[in-house]
């Protein structure tokens, strides 16, 4: 297998070594969106991975759609950033003002969102909470706790990943154990 070396494609590969996208709800990371939606008081929270060509909601509050075209992402440009990234009024905002996800459904006004960094510093996504009003102030507190959020999230997934590693590491190695046997 090769190695890429190319940005993108090594962010894309991290995504997929985590083995994440798709996956069915999990009540862990349900409950970190409506944590950050109370928290934050913002109608909308999710927590959002972007591949190649749309971004895909592992979980949400206040959205029914389950993915995005990546070229209408908010998050897109938030995992290109090194740390949380605020749109104040997207409406204002050239680069948001005539994207239908702001000028139609779900109405995004204002967006915060916090990259979920590998330790390797790949962002995969964000988690991010979105309002259809704008806010004048997103206090460097407020950054913070969502980046304090965006940690844990990373922490999980690093975990899930080491756990399964070495489950196939262990499957690995009683195979290799049991043919020695025979």
Same mark, same amino acid.
């Given at each position: ?24 709800? /999990? ?148 195979? /290799? ?6």
């Amino acid at each position: 297998m090769s190695i890429p070396n190319d940005p993108e494609e090594l962010r894309l590969a991290a995504l997929q070594s985590y083995q994440i996208l798709y996956t069915p709800n /999990e009540e862990r990371f349900d409950r970190i969106v409506r944590m950050a939606a109370r928290v934050f008081g913002s109608p909308i929270a999710l927590i959002s991975l972007v591949d190649r060509n749309r971004q895909w909601f592992k979980a949400s509050v206040g959205l029914d759609a389950t993915e995005t075209p990546r070229a209408v992402s908010f998050c897109s440009h938030a995992i290109q950033e090194k740390g949380v990234f605020v749109v104040a009024d997207a409406a204002a905002d050239p680069r948001f003002a005539n994207n239908p996800l702001v000028t139609g459904d779900p109405n995004i006004a204002f967006y915060a969102g916090a990259p979920l960094v590998t330790p390797t510093g790949q962002a995969l996504g964000t988690i991010c909470v979105i309002d259809r009003t704008p806010w004048t102030d997103f206090a460097d507190y407020a950054k913070e706790a969502l980046s304090d959020y965006a940690a844990a999230i990373m922490d999980w997934l690093e975990a899930d990943r080491k756990v399964r590693e070495l489950t196939e590491e262990n499957a690995r190695l009683k195979a /290799e154990l049991a043919e020695k046997r025979s």
